[in-house]
């Protein structure tokens, strides 16, 4: 009897620990993503300067950008706002809370 508590408790540390994986993975905490996109604002604008648009070193940091956001419908719409419009990275906010519904958090 004991013996199968174990396994139970062995089967749900797994699924604990499964369960946290996915979420730190899909669901990235918004405060965290705020944050580093604060971080990253800046660079954005000193990269285009000295680079480019159509530099590896902008289109990274883009990237970057687009990987703060959740997976799913936001990133796909930050995606098709921001960086598939050349112009569009111009009109990212300095603060992310200005970024409208359904393209950030």
Do not use: C
């Not at 580093?36 to 530099?55: C, E, H, M, V």
């Not at 590896?56 to 706002?81: H, I």
Request: no cysteine.
């Amino acid at each position: 009897m004991a013996n199968k508590a174990f396994k139970n408790a062995g089967l749900l540390g797994t699924v604990y620990f499964v369960g946290a994986f996915l979420y730190k993975e899909f669901f990235k905490k918004r405060e965290d993503a705020e944050e580093q996109y604060k971080n990253l604002y800046p660079l954005l604008k000193i990269t285009f300067t000295r680079a480019g648009r159509d530099s590896s070193e902008f289109n990274n940091l883009l990237n970057a950008f687009l990987s703060l956001t959740p997976v799913g419908a936001n990133r796909r719409n930050f995606k098709r706002r921001y960086i598939d419009d050349n112009s569009g990275w111009s009109n990212l906010p300095k603060d992310p809370a200005k970024i409208p519904y359904g393209h950030w958090w």
